[in-house]
Structure formats: C-alpha cells, structure tokens
C-alpha cells in the first residue's frame, strides 16, 4: 500500500520559513517524479513545485520562483520544500504526490501524479 505523509505546515508570519517534508512509502521511490501542490479555500489545487527521479530536472511555478526550492532524498524516501520569504498569498493545504511521468511529458499537472498525500496546513499572517 502506497503511503505518502506530509508534514512541517504551521502558522509563520510573513517573511518567514518552513520546510515541508514528504516521506513515501509501499513504492520505489527513487523511480518517481515527486511533487508539490497546493489548494486553497475556494481554489482549484494549483502546481507549486516538481523534482524528477534522479534531480536532473526541477520545476517551479512562477508565483514561487527563487523563494521555494525542492530537493529529495531517496535513501530516505523523502522530498523536501523549503519555503522561503512567505507571504499570506501562500497559504494553502499543500500536498505532495508521486507519478511516474515520462520525460516527454510535463512535471507541472497534477494529473501525472497516481499518489497524494493527505496535505499539511500551511498559513501566512500578514
């Protein structure tokens, strides 16, 4: 049974940081596109950030280009986010999902991801 589980979400103030971590499991995670996504209330969940299987190939949305980066671990079956110079716009139930995505197809739709976590509450007061 695939298991991805989300943490590090919190409350932080504008400006501030927070590393999400997204640890897998029942999958062989070093053959799996990895990413990031968010939804907020009232919104349509929305690509954040994606890192393919051997980190050769990294995606980031516009919105969060050069405050986010991601990164993975596969001895650990981990993919991180950290979250940079945070603004209220940010905040979002921020989930990670794995899929198996041809390198001729994009990294940025969530409709390549087969498995999602069950998300970690992130919110930015201004």
């Known amino acids: 049974q695939v298991q991805l589980v989300e943490s590090g979400g919190g409350l932080v103030q504008a400006g501030g940081s927070l590393r999400l971590s997204c640890v897998a499991s029942?999958?062989?995670?070093?053959?799996?596109?990895m990413g990031w996504f968010r939804q907020a209330p009232g919104k349509e969940r929305e690509f954040v950030a994606a890192i393919r299987w051997s980190s050769s190939s990294l995606a980031y949305a516009d919105s969060v280009k050069g405050r986010f980066t991601i990164s993975r671990a596969n001895a650990q079956n981990t993919v991180y986010l950290q979250m940079n110079s945070l603004k209220p716009e940010d905040t979002a139930v921020y989930y990670c999902g794995a899929g198996i995505i041809s390198i001729l197809n994009p990294i940025t739709g969530a409709g390549g991801y087969h498995y999602w976590g069950q998300g970690t509450q992130v919110t930015v007061s201004s």
């Open positions: 029942g999958l062989t995670f070093s053959s799996y596109t």
